[in-house]
DNA sequence: GCAGGCTATATCTAACTGATATAGATCTCA
DNA sequence: TGAGATCTATATCAGTTAGATATAGCCTGC
């Protein structure tokens, strides 16, 4: 029988990948998901310790365990020689494309089910997230400019903040233009009303 | 103890909608997301069915086989009053945080670890899969004002297609300044090189 | 002295993806 | 006419991800 097919398999990779950063800890990894990747990533400890385990049975990485005084027991983790060729050689790899699922977009596309205020609740609050997104954006991105040494990956991570600011700036200005919309279709639907046409539903 | 805490289930009520659409079979479901929702939604087989049988178990929908003279069997699902008002009730929810995982992001954050080329590639072959994706918008958009009835969800429908639109667009100028950058970044590293500076890791 | 929050590891279930299996019908084109 | 491809249609499995929860020691403030 033919091989079984590659999946994604993402969460081993970025786990990888911030091992190379020299991240040790899954804690460690989890927090730093949150707080600097959050705008692309996202990542579970019910992947990362799993994977950090399984990455030591495959020799990629190796793992020692600290005990210090009255802290509590962690394990360090390490990225091996081989752990980095893999790395590099996913990098290299297309992307596969990836599954679309805007919760959003498809309420909005069955949004004749429900009254335009709603709709309008709807895009409105999403306008509000997008605008946090963005402040959040830009504190990483002053943290990343600001005081310490300018770390070697750096300029990348400034590329994918550039990505998610075009992107929620974007999103902004569809939000302004689908809010008109809204009122718009709402303004015609009680002039119908008025008028004392049929329903065209 | 508590009652357990809800999942996002968006499956669910993506059949849910698709059913008050009035598609009837799972088979074209799947078409429909396909080449309809491909921008912002995605489903699968292995969801569309269990779920489909699930929503009969609940009530909200129902079942009657159908087989016609020298064709297989096939199952019409037709959604009931109560699968409409569960629907309407998750239509009027503020959409849950979703996550985030953009593995384009993901490798370019991690860009340090490979060549300049290797980079490029990556946002050059994004940009194409952009362009794509616009002109498979358009064919949706124009498919939609064309010949048949206007559909009642036809409106909601174009704002979703504005929205792939104007990320398209983000992405595309984004890709633009992402390949200016790398190329700089390239540039400066042959400098240093030339000039015997240490490297920066 | 204890409530709340942080560090840290670990695990479970529900949800989801992508692939595969099956089978009759219809299309294709040689 | 017949072999092979594609389409309609249902079904299920294994691998992967999301999100919640359990545990426990330490630190901080009140």
Redo the contacts between chains.
């Keep these: 029988m033919p091989p079984p097919k590659r999946r ?1 398999r ?1 969460s081993r ?2 786990v990888l ?1 911030m091992l ?1 950063m020299g991240l040790k800890t899954g804690y460690a990894m989890k927090k730093h998901v949150e707080g600097n ?6 990542e579970s400890y019910g992947q990362i310790y799993p994977i950090l385990r399984q990455l030591v049975d495959e020799g990629l990485a190796t793992c020692t365990e600290e005990r210090r005084k009255g802290k509590p027991m962690r394990n360090l983790y390490s990225i091996t020689p081989s752990g ?1 060729k893999e ?2 050689e ?3 790899m ?21 009254s335009s205020e ?1 709709c309008q609740k ?1 895009i409105r ?2 306008r509000q ?1 997008c605008e946090q997104d963005l402040a959040y954006l830009d504190d990483i991105a002053s943290a990343l400019r600001g005081p310490g040494a ?1 770390h ?2 750096q ?3 400034l ?2 903040l ?2 998610g600011r ?2 929620r ?3 902004l ?2 939000c302004g ?2 809010l008109a ?2 009122r718009r ?1 709402a303004t015609q639907k009680k002039q119908w009303k008025k008028e004392g046409g049929a329903s ?2």
Tied chains: 1, 2.
Excluded at 94 to 107: D, F, G, H
């Design positions: 994604r993402g990779y970025a990948g190379s990747l959050g705008h692309y990533w996202s980095r790395l590099r996913w990098l290299a297309p992307p596969e494309p990836q599954p679309q699922r805007s919760e959003i977009l498809l309420k909005l596309s069955l949004g004749n089910r429900v709603t709807l609050d999403y997230q300018q070697r990956d300029p990348y991570w590329m994918t550039h990505h075009a992107i700036e974007a999103e200005a569809w233009q689908t919309h809204l279709l065209d539903g």
